[in-house]
């Protein structure tokens, strides 16, 4: 179960995380968007970040990114519907 990443990425208020898209073709050649999020924490701590404004947020996501979406592909893979990624996926 692939995903592939093309979209931007947002800070989003409520998590206080960022949250990027990835797509999955299924056998079938249906197309789905599969919304994903690394946590505040994950790049807080990958970064040692104190209180990180949104930008920096943003930033420290760019810098790794393909960390990132290889840890969302993990999970989505694993069956999670909605991937998060955590401090551990980022070690």
Known sequence: MALTFDSIAVFDPASQGVK????????AGTDRIVTCLVTGD??????????????????????????????AARRFAAGEKRPSISEQDLL
């Open 20 to 27: 990027f898209a990835g797509r999955h073709i299924d056998p």
């Open 42 to 71: 994950a790049l807080r701590a990958r970064f040692r970040l104190e209180a990180p404004s949104p930008e920096q947020l943003l930033a420290a996501y760019s810098e790794i990114k393909n960390d990132i979406h290889r840890a």
